[in-house]
């Protein structure tokens, strides 16, 4: 049996600047009480064990986050080790000017008690309008002045992130977040092309489709959409799953395949095989995993997923049940990456 989880306790990778871990750990968990939630003190705590165990990259704005990542990051030791990456996203029409563009960077930077973003990624949710192009030569401006050190994309498609690493120019755009699993696989076409030819990395998120790629839905019953038992993002991807994907039973064959190839490695779990799935992608960068910081951590079972690699047999037994799926057209009855939210 492959002891897969001994052979490397962390893998990196070239972020601009940066070399950082695999793993980013993802903190919109803390924009709602539906996941549960912890004391302030607790919170940052928990940050502390995360970053104690090698997690060191932290990713989302949402709710409190930024403030308690900044006041977290000001007690480490070494600051300059612990990576932060936030947002600024553009849900309704602006104008882009210098000016505000400059007070959304200061207001992440108060928040985060920072003199520099690590990683500032760009949301723009209105592709008609194409003050979008302002905003991140606005953005860039602000790079060279030292208030930023990377900039990403969040949630952009292929097309406009072409046009955008074309504008800016080779290092303009490091990383575009997007939604990326075994059930969302709309990466793997024209976005993976643009991130090859402009060195851009995804920063990946949904990966465990909200906890259901996992042990603990094997053999269960599909659950109520509508009951309240399911937190926001276990709705989201049930939705997906069942409305889009294909069946609640298609998913379950997908789980025991899964299972099946996790029992071939010593101690490994089907969110670590799904997970290794994503990284094994050389366009994909990181996967962010959230986390519900001061209410229930998994440092050591996302770890397992260093050091190893699928097999050509794991991969074929995984595409003879994605085959069956809708996966390979959801780019066209969803849209590319980021349409769900357009």
Not at 129 to 137: K, M, S, V
Not at 154 to 179: A, T, W
Request: with cysteine; proline share 4%; charged share 25%.
């Amino acid at each position: 049996m492959p002891h897969a989880s001994t052979q490397s306790t962390s893998e990196t990778f070239q972020l601009g600047e940066f070399v950082l871990p695999r793993l980013f750990t993802g903190l919109w968990q803390l924009s709602s009480n539906s996941w549960g939630s912890a004391p302030a003190a607790k919170v940052r705590r928990q940050m502390l064990t995360y970053a104690e165990n090698g997690y060191t990259a932290f990713a989302d704005h949402y709710g409190p986050a930024e403030i308690l990542f900044g006041e977290f990051r000001a007690t480490w030791d070494q600051p300059e080790h612990i990576f932060g990456a936030t947002k600024w996203c553009v849900f309704r029409k602006i104008d882009p000017t210098r000016a505000l563009v400059e007070a959304a960077v200061q207001d992440r930077l108060d928040r985060m008690k920072a003199k520099r973003i690590d990683l500032l990624q760009f949301h723009w949710q209105n592709y008609n309008d194409q003050g979008y192009f302002t905003a991140i030569h606005h953005l860039r401006d602000l790079q060279r002045e030292g208030k930023i050190a990377l900039i990403g994309l969040c949630n952009f498609d292929s097309l406009r992130m072409k046009e955008i690493c074309e504008e800016l120019g080779p290092g303009g755009i490091v990383s575009n977040q997007v939604q990326f699993s075994l059930v969302d696989i709309r990466p793997l076409y024209a976005m993976a092309e643009v991130c090859k030819k402009h060195n851009v990395k995804l920063l990946t998120y949904g990966t465990v489709c909200g906890g259901f790629l996992s042990d603990a839905w094997l053999g269960r019953e599909e659950p109520d959409l509508y009951s309240g038992a399911l937190t926001p993002s276990q709705r989201k991807y049930l939705d997906m799953i069942v409305k889009a994907w294909g069946s609640w039973d298609l998913f379950q064959a997908l789980l025991s395949v899964l299972r099946a190839i996790a029992d071939k490695y010593e101690d490994m779990s089907i969110a670590n095989i799904a997970t290794r799935w994503v990284l094994d992608h050389p366009f994909v960068g990181a996967v962010i995993i959230g986390a519900r910081m001061g209410v229930s951590e998994h440092t050591d079972d996302n770890r397992k997923v260093y050091g190893f690699r699928l097999s050509a047999e794991d991969t074929a037994a995984i595409e003879a049940v994605l085959v069956q799926s809708n996966g390979p057209r959801l780019i066209r009855t969803i849209g590319d990456c980021g349409a769900e939210y357009r």
